[in-house]
């Protein structure tokens, strides 16, 4: 009760109560950042990017990288709460149809996106893998 007490305070960090080390956490929260860019910019999402987009894309992710795959999807944390922790730190926007984008004012182009020069290809095989348009 006082470890949920805390997290719900802000004072534990969130990867105390999930065993993920910061470091960790931090590419948790900006590979699917890159995924939301990604799909918002070259996939045809301008209009804004579902879960259900998100979801479908880490499908394909799966078959094509199973390491960035698991970089992003970790058992005990469902998307849900990465997409809560990237809202709380204001790198998306969430619209009133719940489609998300990526925040503008925080991020201006992919040379603010961490590991984009590394995800971009691989993104690119899995829209091929999909059958998507880039």
């Given at each position: 009760?006082?470890?949920?007490?805390?997290?719900i305070?802000?004072?534990?960090?969130?990867?105390?109560?999930?065993?993920?080390?910061?470091?960790?956490?931090?590419?948790?929260?900006?590979?699917?950042?890159?995924?939301?860019?990604?799909?918002?910019?070259?996939?045809?999402?301008?209009?804004?990017?579902?879960?259900?987009?998100?979801?479908?894309?880490?499908?394909?992710?799966?078959?094509v990288?199973?390491?960035?795959?698991?970089?992003?999807?970790?058992?005990?944390?469902?998307?849900?709460?990465?997409?809560?922790?990237?809202?709380?730190?204001?790198?998306?926007?969430?619209?009133?149809?719940?489609?998300f984008?990526?925040?503008?004012?925080?991020?201006?182009?992919?040379?603010?996106?961490?590991?984009?020069?590394?995800?971009?290809?691989?993104?690119?095989?899995?829209?091929?893998?999909?059958?998507?348009?880039?």
């Open positions: 009760m006082e470890d949920e007490r805390r997290k305070l802000g004072i534990v960090p969130e990867e105390y109560f999930t065993g993920e080390d910061w470091l960790r956490a931090g590419r948790r929260r900006y590979m699917l950042l890159n995924v939301i860019y990604y799909l918002q910019h070259f996939a045809g999402k301008e209009n804004g990017v579902s879960k259900e987009d998100i979801s479908e894309f880490l499908e394909a992710l799966r078959e990288n199973m390491d960035m795959y698991l970089s992003i999807i970790k058992p005990e944390i469902p998307l849900e709460a990465t997409l809560n922790e990237l809202l709380s730190k204001e790198l998306i926007i969430e619209s009133s149809n719940r489609k984008f990526v925040n503008v004012e925080r991020v201006k182009s992919e040379k603010d996106l961490i590991y984009w020069e590394s995800v971009r290809n691989v993104f690119d095989r899995v829209c091929e893998k999909a059958g998507w348009q880039i």
